[in-house]
């Protein structure tokens, strides 16, 4: 069975750039997590899918972040304008049951 | 929301060492994993346990719902086992809150 794929594995970006990430979860999970997670943190969730529905994106810093699933598999995160504090790893994360998640590789930003 | 601590937040062993890793909750949870973060970053799923105890090869977990702990027991550690573990819970069907990890190094 193929994990979470993420891409690209590696962004650099100047401040004020924008910058797109995309994420295909595990065949027939219907729930899509995207987290982030700065350096010497635990992850923190930014939104939340149920299908290509939004279930939680309380926490999604929605001037400058977004975030779609389009027909219920891939996703795409997206920052516009970048800040340096955005500098992270960018994780995606799927589940059948909303019980046991599996992470894909997670993508890391670099702004400068 | 709901706090979550892990403790301790460094560990360095000899291999083959025995360890406890300690997850402390605030509130009742309905969902409660453990993961490890391997060094390249890879997040891997090592139980879902929201209460009892389940075992798998050298690690095993307990979690005590009604006192808000889970453990992680890692035995005869090994180079490999290096990392960071984190515990992650969930209450009423939200997503997973993470604790700040523990810093895991087995050293040969």
């Known amino acids: 069975e193929a994990g979470v794929a993420q891409s690209p594995r590696y962004k650099i970006i100047e401040k004020r750039q924008s910058v797109a990430f995309w994420c295909n979860p595990i065949?027939?999970?219907?729930?899509l997590y995207w987290y982030q997670q700065i350096l010497g943190q635990g992850p923190k969730l930014l939104i939340q899918?149920?299908?290509?529905?939004?279930?939680?994106d309380s926490q999604l810093p929605k001037d400058r972040f977004s975030a779609e699933r389009l027909k219920g598999v891939d996703s795409t995160l997206k920052i516009q304008p970048a800040k340096l504090e955005d500098s992270a790893v960018y994780l995606c994360?799927?589940?059948?049951?909303?019980?046991?998640?599996?992470f894909g590789p997670g993508t890391r930003l670099l702004v400068l | 929301g709901i706090q979550v601590e892990q403790s301790p937040p460094d560990l360095i062993l000899q291999e083959g060492a025995n360890s406890t890793l300690r997850c402390n909750f605030s509130d009742s949870v309905n969902n409660l994993q453990w993961f490890h973060q391997n060094p390249w970053g890879q997040l891997i799923n090592l139980f879902y346990i929201p209460s009892g105890t389940k075992q798998n090869g050298r690690l095993s977990a307990t979690t005590v719902a009604t006192e808000r702990y889970s453990l992680l027991y890692i035995s005869s550690s090994q180079t490999t086992d290096s990392g960071v573990y984190f515990c992650?819970?969930?209450?009423?069907?939200?997503?997973?809150?993470f604790g700040s990890g523990t810093r895991l190094q087995v050293q040969p």
């Open positions: 899918f149920q299908n290509n529905g939004v279930v939680d």
């Open positions: 994360a799927s589940s059948w049951d909303m019980e046991t998640q599996y």
């Open positions: 065949s027939g999970h219907a729930t």
């Open positions: 992650a819970v969930e209450e009423d069907r939200r997503a997973l809150t």
